[in-house]
């Protein structure tokens, strides 16, 4: 404790912390980072948090392979209630990649310098939230492999091809693009520092590997000059993808009639709460991380306060949002959207309607205080509630609006089961697993972009 | 490897980018041009200095940008349209609104994967072996050093002369490049 106090010791007021701690040079940032990865000690606390990821991962493959076995049975889900856990873990997983393509594309692309030493792990986060996203499309069909056919398309037996009218195709290819232009962007920026990782390592197996991995990659202006244009446009098309992406994933529901899901507001509201629960992620990622490696000198209170203002920015939008939802019911004189409003506030799943304005709207106001966006801990706490908060909206609105529909005679209850619970936990240790080999095996801070953020990197007329 | 001149070329090693871009200046306006400089991190001064501040990347961006967005919109097009008509909701067979997602999809692949393999192609990368890797001291380009590489294949490249040019500039260290 008293470490990280006298490190994130706040500059009197009026003074905003630096980006970069003082006293750096270019030896000392890439030791600093390379570091982590190449030490031969791997730290106790790395062991014991990779060995719960692979105990929750395991519970994931185990109830993955009994939903294949059973098939889709043993969720949750019924006539009404069709679409349960699987679709809201989707959109949930989904939304919280958008803020690593935020951080390393959009604040490229505004020249926001404070992006550098957060938007490598910030990608990285992304790829792994899309895969866990990826899977519930795959395993809610029960049977994957029997329903390939109509989410790609390919030649198959039956002659028939995917409906590319429907907004579950645009899905289909909206996340696999994404996951793609993703993993390019992260793949891209890692090849100098995988040079750096091969030019320092001590062993010949592990200057072999990394050796590969750089491709040959030998610092050449040439190069620069071409990675620098390739890096820009793949940011200039990762910005409209960043959108396109959970605008597409709101269409899956906007362009049903079913009530409380047929508005055209979807798109810009499913984006900003998508990049407000991705920035809550990547402070539930970054803060522990800084501690526990001692990165606090690369990722400041700047990094970690710039991160909550851009919570509390999204997160008016995604309030005012759910200010709209009201307003639409009761402007559009529509007794099922009212119904359905009503249904919210105090239907037998009014407790989630209110626990999910309690997390995403009441309590991160805190983040006004700049007391809180400068103390970790706090912070830490708040993107965990907003989380949480984003997870609940995801249920009442996937939900709550099947569970009663048109016809009260056809309304119904949604009970999850263990095996929903299972799945969704296991996610988030196979996402914890991929995350700490990442930060194993990789620099998790962009060293060659650290490089230039300091000022002896400049060239002096 | 055989080739006409014993060396790769002359390598000068400097402690900031200040010297680096002051070097190559001089370099380039003293005739040179096949050279190069590596350094540790982007430095647009650099490739100016030595003459590399354009490249077809953008070309090949935009080549795999309408790859893909042709590609797309013919699948769907050939897809509902040609080969398996379906009705739905009474909908046109070629209801191009519906296509524009995809097709939008489709281009971003196209330009991102482009960019990436265009970029690593017009490098040349993979490059298994390089002779700039010979020059002692060589693994602080990818730390914290400045090198510039007069090539033993420039026309106005003479050892000696070269090599007293080079010195003028004091760099830390000026070495012969073996191939």
């Known amino acids: 404790m008293s470490v990280r106090d006298e490190i994130d010791v706040l500059p009197p007021k009026g003074v905003r912390p630096p980006i970069i701690g003082p006293g750096q040079d270019f030896g000392t940032v890439t030791d600093r980072i390379a570091g982590v990865v190449l030490t031969k000690h791997t730290p106790v606390f790395w062991v014991l948090i990779f060995a719960v990821g692979a105990m929750l991962a395991g519970m994931l493959s185990t109830a993955v392979a009994y939903l294949i076995f059973r098939g889709t049975g043993i969720w949750g889900i019924n006539i009404p209630v069709g679409w349960g856990f699987a679709i809201v873990n989707f959109v949930w997983w989904i939304g919280i990649g ?44 029960g049977r994957p492999w029997l ?23 645009w899905d289909v290819f909206a996340v696999s693009t994404y996951f793609t232009v993703s993993f390019l962007f992260w793949g891209i920026g890692l090849i100098p520092d995988f040079a750096t990782l091969r030019d320092s390592a001590k062993t010949l197996v592990v200057k072999r590997i990394y050796g590969m991995l750089a ?54 509201y499913f984006v900003a709460g ?84 309690a997390c995403n709207i009441v309590i991160p106001q805190v983040l006004w205080f700049n007391k809180v966006r400068s103390t970790p801990w706090m912070l830490f706490c708040v993107a965990l509630v907003v989380n949480t908060g984003m997870w609940l909206e995801r249920f009442v609105i996937v939900v709550l609006s099947l569970q009663r529909d ?29 995350f700490f080999l990442f930060i194993r095996f990789m620099p998790a801070i962009s060293i060659f972009e650290m490089r230039t953020l300091l000022p002896q990197a400049k060239v002096k007329e | 490897m055989k080739t006409a001149s014993p060396i790769y ?25 096949k050279m190069d400089t590596y350094t540790p991190y982007p ?11 354009h490249n077809r990347v953008p070309l090949v961006v935009l080549i795999g940008a309408m790859c893909g967005m042709i590609g797309g919109y013919s699948l769907q097009y050939w897809v509902s349209a040609v080969n398996y008509p379906i009705n739905v909701g009474g ?31 017009l490098n040349g990368l993979p490059q298994p072996y390089h002779p700039v890797f010979n020059a002692p001291n060589f693994a602080r380009a990818s730390r914290d050093r400045f090198f510039l590489c007069i090539e033993s294949q420039d026309p106005n490249f003479r050892l000696e002369e070269t090599k007293r040019f080079l010195e003028t500039f004091r760099p830390l260290e000026i070495t012969e490049v073996p191939h």
Not at chain 1, 318 to 338: D, H, I, T
Not at chain 1, 416 to 432: A, H, N, Y
């Open chain 1, 215 to 268: 491709m040959g990659w030998r610092g050449s202006a040439r190069h620069w000059n071409r990675y620098e244009t390739a890096y820009m446009l793949l940011a200039g098309l990762a910005t409209p993808l960043v959108l396109s992406v959970h605008s597409v994933v709101s269409l899956d529901f906007a362009v049903s009639l079913v009530p409380g899901w047929h508005t055209t507001f979807f798109p810009p």
């Open chain 2, 43 to 53: 430095l647009e001064e650099a490739a100016e200095a030595i003459g590399a501040h």
């Open chain 1, 147 to 169: 329903a390939i056919y109509w989410l790609f398309p390919y030649p198959n037996s039956m002659g028939v091809w995917p409906q590319f009218r429907s907004p579950l195709i």
């Open chain 1, 406 to 434: 048109f016809l009260p005679s056809s309304w119904g209850m949604y009970w999850f089961t263990k095996w929903d619970v299972m799945i969704l936990i296991g996610t988030m240790g196979f996402f914890t697993l991929l």
């Open chain 1, 274 to 357: 998508a990049i407000y629960s991705g920035f809550a992620m990547v402070l539930i990622l970054a803060i522990p991380f800084r501690y526990l490696y001692g990165m606090q000198d690369y990722i400041t209170l700047r990094h970690l306060q710039n991160c909550a203002k851009l919570m509390l920015a999204t997160g008016l939008i995604v309030a005012y949002s759910y200010a709209m939802e009201v307003f639409f019911g009761w402007y559009s004189n529509n007794k099922f959207e009212l119904a359905m409003v009503w249904n919210r506030m105090h239907g037998p799943y009014g407790h989630y309607y209110w626990m999910l304005i």
């Open chain 1, 98 to 141: 958008h803020a690593g393509t935020l951080i390393s594309a959009i604040l490229l692309l505004f020249k926001q310098t404070w992006r550098t030493s957060i938007n490598r792990f910030a990608e990285a986060m992304t790829i792994f939230a899309v895969m866990q996203a990826g899977l519930f499309p795959l395993i809610h069909t």
């Open chain 2, 9 to 33: 070329g002359l390598m000068a090693e400097f402690d900031t980018p200040t010297d680096l871009v002051h070097a190559s200046k001089a370099a380039y306006e003293a005739g040179y041009r």
């Open chain 2, 91 to 121: 909908k046109p067979f070629h209801s191009w609104p519906a296509f524009i997602p995809v097709t939008f999809e489709c281009a971003i692949l196209g330009a991102a994967l482009a960019a990436v393999f265009g970029m690593l192609a």
